[in-house]
Structures are given as structure tokens and as C-alpha cells.
């Protein structure tokens, strides 16, 4: 019983010590560090957004106030309906953020797990995958992504399943590639011999193992596929109005800005700021989980 | 040596013959996508308003009303004879809309890709070969920031600077030269941002080698080893993304082509998947998977080229 507690208590203490070493590792990294504090402040406007602006300000159309320029009262102006930019890039930082993450979160959780089993069974299963995969791929992703949400309807729910959709067969690949390279190892040939069932030996010895890779794929990713949503809501096939949303914000911007250039230079900053800190901590975590690169 | 060139055709012949499975996959996925949901074309053409028996009507002259199946194998047998349809909704042939609105799409296309390759293979192999120089340091710094730019926004500041302050470009249409401009530069920037970031990346792993070092060692200038040692085996993974970065500029031309107002494909299609115009999408995507099929093979058949034990692999 005691001899128990005391292997518990061993790794438990070996799991923190290596969070820390892996957070020293990307404390160095200045740049990552910037990009981590952009992304919590982007993070906690999105979770106070209601504490910090109401969200009617957002979406009141008030004809009086169309189109004012930036003022004490509206910090980034109003937009062509008299909605307050600032309210509806404060509310928008919901909606972009959670399809970047949520997408990302849908597609390595329908992409681990069938790149896990494909790279663990192998055989016909894999096969076939891998085949579908293929022709999954041979359509342009974009293509794909705006059939989809074309033929489901243009919202938020269809944009989160149309992007998935096209970045599941990529995380297939890589999965499949990480658990290749883990399978042929040792400890899982003896965990088998123990008689350890296939699930055990899946999620407990090759996942844990996997888990890096993945992640840092993941979090490399989570940039692309927000600024892939925000490109479907610009040309109309995302987000609908009123929700407030940066990439269709910029759409509304277009008619207007060579009056108001701000309509364009708010949303876009956002876009381009949350995505840059995303890319930063992205570059961050990789340079400090992957071991290739540690030298 | 004639061996080999036969084992090679035979290669390249097998990988043509798979594209067809791979297109009916394709076809298959996305006329599904199209056809299994509410909405005929019939009500998207004559709106809300018009009376049940016209849509009928009317979705019965488009053979919209045959069941699914028979609608997907007689698209296939037209394909198959080189026919690609008529569009749904402006009753016009694929193909007459095609020869209009190509060149534009491939203009761009076509520069942009190639641009981006010279501009994001030389200037990732300068930075991997001067790392931690000044060379480097501007290049990453730019890279991650254009990165986070999407194409769109890029665009329209593009547009707001050059073409509504300056008045120096055009901001829409694609009747000249300085048209393209704009499009294609937005299009250059986005896509070889990763083509420069990846060739850094395999660039360094490749210096790092111990090949390298022997190379060093025995007093090879360093051009010779950056360019002969070096770069021959970064060039693999680099030759991949431009492949898959051809498959960007695909996409891509889509939404540069609405930001700039372009009449090209990309436009064509867009409004042909807002109106559940099939033939058009189906056409469409026929003509663009099958464009990336044969751009991926062209990839392998060149990694095979280049790398003997690629070669050894899938050929032999």
C-alpha cells in the first residue's frame, strides 16, 4: 500500500517538474511570452465581453448615429446601421476565438481518434482510410468548406462543421504518422504481451506518448482556421448579421471605406492581432515540446 | 537504363489512372453535398414568390426532378464525352463562361504562385544559411506577421492606400495590366509567408547534418556545401508545399477575386454555390481537383526524380 503511494507521489512530482521545465523553455522565448499575454487579454474580453459593453450596443441600429467617426462615446465609431464598432468587436472576439478553437478541438478529437486507430490496426481499415483521405484532399479545402456551408446554411453551427470537416483528413495524416512511429517501440510490444486490451494499450501507452506532436500541430493550426472562418464569413458564407462577427464586419467595411477607413482598421487589427498571438504561442509551444528541436 | 524509363512510365501511367477513383470521389462527395439538402433550384431562380407548378415546372426543364442517382451518372456520362454542363441559372454552357473567365483566374493564379515561389524559396534559404542574421531576423519577423494578415484585410488596406488615397491602381475589375496589381500581390504575400518559413525550417535541418560538417571538413567552399549538400536534401519537403501551396492559390483566388471584384472563376463559383447552380459547382470542382491531382503527381514524379530512395520506394 505504501509502495503505492510512493510511486504515485514520484510521478506526480516528475509530471509538475516537467511542466516547469517545458514553461522555462518557452519563457525564454520572448516573442512567445508577448503572443501569450495578447492572446489572454484577447481571452478575457471575450469572457467579460458582457461586463465590459452590453451586448445591444452591438447590434441597436440607431439611423441617428450611422457612421460616426471615432469619439469619447464610440471608441472605434459606428458602423453604415449606427451599431457601435467597439461593442461588436468586443462581441466578436467570442465568435472568432471559439471557431478557431473550436474547430480545432473537433478536428484533432475526429482526426486523433480515427489516426489512431488507423496507425494502430493498419490492415484494410487503414487502407480504406487513407484512400478516402486521398480524395478527401484532392478537393481544394476552401471548395469544400463553401459546399458545405452552402448546402447546410450559412451559420455559425455549419461553419464550425464545414471547417472541421476539411481539416480532419490533415490531422488523420498526422496522427497516423505519430502513432506509426509509436507503435513499433518496445513498451507497447510488452504492454501487448501482458495481455493489456487494444483500447488500454491505444489510450494509455501510445496517446500519452502522441500527445505532443499533436498538440503542437493543433496549436499551430488554431490561427489558420480562424482566419479560414473569418474568410468564409467575409464572403458571406459564415456568421450572419446581426451577430457580430470581424470578418463580416469587414465585409459591411468595404461600401464605406474610403469615408470611414476605421469600419476596416478596427476588425482587422483584431483579426490580425488574435491571429498573430495565436501564431506566437504556436511557434512557442513547438519550439519547447519538440524535442527535435531542443539541442 | 530503358528499363528504368519503363518502370517510370509505368508509374506515372498508374498515378494518372487513380485519378479517375479519386475524381468520382470527389464528384460523388460534393454532388451529395449539393443535392441532400432542402432547396431546389427551381424555387432559388424564380424567389419566394412564385406560384409551386412554375418551380415544378421549371426544376422538370433543369431534370432536377429525376432522382439522384440518375442525375449523378448521366453528369458523369456528359463528363465523360468532355461535356461540362449548362449552367442552371444563367442557361449559358460551363464551358463559354470558362474561356471568359479563365485567363483572369490564371493570371493571377499563375503569378502569384510563381512569384511567391522565388520569393519564398530564396528568401528561406538566405535566412537558414545567415540565421540570427539581420536577413533572418526580418524575414521571420515579416513571415509570422503576414501570416496572421488574412488575404481579405490585406487587400482591403492594399486598396484603401494605393487605390482610393494615392489613386495610383485600379480597385476593381481586371480590364489591365495595372488591374492585376493588387490581386496578385496580396495573393504573392499570403501564400509565401509558409513556403518561406518551410524552407528555413528543412533548410537549417539540413545544415545541421554530419554530412555537412564532413563536407566542411574536408575544405568544401561554402557555397558548394550550401548549395550542392544542403540544398539538395531541403528541397524534398519544399518542392511538397509548393505543391500543396498551388492548392492555396487555389483557394485563395476565390476570396481575392470577391475583395478586388474580379470576373474570374473564383467569383463564378461563389455565386454558383449561393444559388445551388450543381453544374457549374460540379464543373467546377471537376476542373480544380483534378488541376490539384495532377500538381500533386507532378510533386511526387519530381521527388522521385530528385531523391533515389523516393524512387527506390514508390517506383521500383
Given at each position: 500500500m505504501k509502495e503505492i503511494e510512493k510511486t504515485e507521489y514520484i510521478k506526480s512530482k516528475s509530471k509538475g517538474e516537467r511542466f516547469f521545465e517545458n514553461w522555462s523553455l518557452y519563457k525564454k522565448n520572448k516573442a512567445a511570452v508577448l503572443g501569450l499575454i495578447i492572446l489572454m487579454i484577447f481571452v478575457l474580453v471575450a469572457?467579460?465581453?458582457d461586463w465590459i459593453i452590453p451586448y445591444d450596443a452591438a447590434i441597436d441600429q440607431s439611423s441617428a448615429e450611422r457612421l460616426q467617426n471615432p469619439s469619447s462615446q464610440h471608441f472605434f465609431g459606428t458602423d453604415r446601421l449606427g451599431r457601435d464598432v467597439f461593442a461588436r468587436i468586443v462581441h466578436g472576439s467570442r465568435r472568432s476565438l471559439s471557431l478557431g478553437v473550436l474547430t480545432t478541438f473537433f478536428s484533432v478529437l475526429i482526426g486523433g481518434f480515427i489516426g489512431i486507430?488507423?496507425?494502430?490496426?493498419?490492415?484494410?481499415?487503414?487502407?480504406?482510410?487513407?484512400?478516402l483521405c486521398d480524395v478527401a484532399v484532392s478537393?481544394?479545402?476552401?471548395?469544400?468548406?463553401?459546399?458545405?456551408?452552402?448546402?447546410?446554411?450559412?451559420?455559425?453551427?455549419?461553419?464550425?462543421?464545414?471547417?472541421?470537416?476539411?481539416?480532419?483528413?490533415?490531422?488523420?495524416r498526422v496522427v497516423r504518422s505519430v502513432i506509426l512511429s509509436i507503435v513499433e517501440q518496445e513498451y507497447i510490444y510488452a504492454a501487448r504481451m501482458c495481455g493489456s486490451r487494444n483500447g488500454v494499450i491505444m489510450f494509455r501507452h501510445i496517446l500519452p506518448n502522441a500527445m505532443g506532436?499533436?498538440?503542437?500541430q493543433a496549436s499551430m493550426n488554431v490561427a489558420s482556421m480562424m482566419l479560414a472562418a473569418a474568410g468564409l464569413s467575409f464572403i458571406g458564407m459564415g456568421v450572419q448579421a446581426p451577430t457580430p462577427e470581424w470578418g463580416a464586419?469587414?465585409?459591411?467595411?468595404?461600401?464605406?471605406?474610403?469615408?470611414?477607413?476605421?469600419?476596416?482598421?478596427?476588425?482587422?487589427?483584431?483579426?490580425?492581432?488574435?491571429?498573430?498571438?495565436?501564431?506566437?504561442?504556436?511557434?512557442?509551444?513547438?519550439d519547447a515540446l519538440d524535442p527535435r528541436l531542443r539541442t | 537504363m530503358k528499363g528504368v524509363e519503363k518502370t517510370v512510365l509505368k508509374y506515372i501511367f498508374k498515378r494518372l489512372l487513380f485519378i479517375v477513383p479519386t475524381l468520382l470521389g470527389g464528384i460523388l462527395i460534393v454532388f451529395s453535398i449539393m443535392n441532400l439538402t432542402p432547396g431546389d433550384p427551381g424555387r432559388q431562380i424564380l424567389g419566394m414568390n412564385a406560384k409551386q407548378e412554375q418551380v415544378d415546372q421549371l426544376n422538370h426543364e433543369?431534370?432536377?426532378?429525376?432522382?439522384?442517382?440518375?442525375?449523378?451518372?448521366?453528369?458523369?456520362?456528359?463528363?465523360?464525352h468532355g461535356d461540362l454542363g449548362t449552367s442552371y441559372r444563367t442557361r449559358r454552357p460551363f464551358t463559354e463562361?470558362?474561356?471568359?473567365?479563365?485567363?483572369?483566374?490564371?493570371?493571377?493564379?499563375?503569378?502569384?504562385?510563381?512569384?511567391?515561389?522565388?520569393?519564398?524559396?530564396?528568401l528561406g534559404i538566405l535566412a537558414a544559411v545567415?540565421?540570427?542574421?539581420?536577413?533572418?531576423?526580418?524575414?521571420?519577423?515579416?513571415?509570422?506577421?503576414?501570416?496572421?494578415?488574412?488575404?481579405?484585410?490585406?487587400?482591403?488596406?492594399?486598396?484603401?492606400?494605393?487605390g482610393l488615397k494615392l489613386g495610383w491602381l485600379p480597385t476593381f475589375g481586371a480590364s489591365s495590366f495595372k488591374h492585376f496589381v493588387m490581386p496578385v500581390a496580396t495573393l504573392t504575400v499570403a501564400t509565401s509567408v509558409s513556403l518561406l518559413r518551410l524552407t528555413r525550417s528543412t533548410m537549417l535541418d539540413a545544415i545541421r547534418q554530419d554530412y555537412i560538417r564532413t563536407a566542411t571538413a574536408k575544405g568544401c567552399s561554402k557555397n558548394r556545401i550550401y548549395w550542392k549538400h544542403a540544398l539538395k536534401n531541403a528541397i524534398l519537403p519544399v518542392i511538397t508545399v509548393m505543391g500543396m501551396s498551388a492548392g492555396t492559390v487555389m483557394g485563395g483566388t476565390v476570396i481575392i477575386e470577391s475583395v478586388f471584384a474580379i470576373p474570374g472563376m473564383g467569383t463564378y463559383m461563389l455565386t454558383a454555390i449561393r444559388a445551388k447552380d450543381i453544374p457549374v459547382v460540379m464543373s467546377s470542382t471537376v476542373l480544380l481537383s483534378l488541376a490539384f491531382c495532377l500538381i500533386m503527381i507532378l510533386v511526387d514524379i519530381l521527388c522521385a526524380i530528385i531523391d533515389p530512395r523516393i524512387r527506390e520506394r514508390s517506383i521500383g
Open positions: 469572457v467579460f465581453a486507430c488507423c496507425g494502430y490496426f493498419g490492415g484494410k481499415f487503414d487502407t480504406i482510410v487513407m484512400r478537393i481544394p479545402p476552401l471548395l469544400f468548406a463553401l459546399a458545405v456551408v452552402a448546402a447546410l446554411g450559412a451559420n455559425m453551427t455549419n461553419l464550425i462543421i464545414a471547417i472541421t470537416a476539411i481539416s480532419i483528413p490533415g490531422y488523420i506532436p499533436i498538440l503542437v464586419m469587414l465585409n459591411d467595411a468595404k461600401d464605406y471605406m474610403f469615408k470611414q477607413p476605421y469600419l476596416l482598421i478596427f476588425p482587422g487589427s483584431a483579426i490580425a492581432l488574435s491571429a498573430l498571438s495565436l501564431n506566437l504561442v504556436g511557434d512557442g509551444l513547438r | 433543369l431534370g432536377y426532378d429525376k432522382p439522384f442517382f440518375t442525375r449523378f451518372g448521366e453528369y458523369c456520362i456528359d463528363l465523360s463562361e470558362l474561356v471568359s473567365r479563365i485567363p483572369n483566374t490564371l493570371k493571377i493564379g499563375l503569378s502569384a504562385f510563381v512569384l511567391s515561389s522565388i520569393i519564398g524559396i530564396s545567415r540565421q540570427y542574421s539581420l536577413v533572418d531576423t526580418f524575414s521571420s519577423v515579416t513571415a509570422i506577421l503576414f501570416a496572421s494578415i488574412p488575404g481579405f484585410f490585406l487587400g482591403m488596406i492594399l486598396i484603401y492606400v494605393f
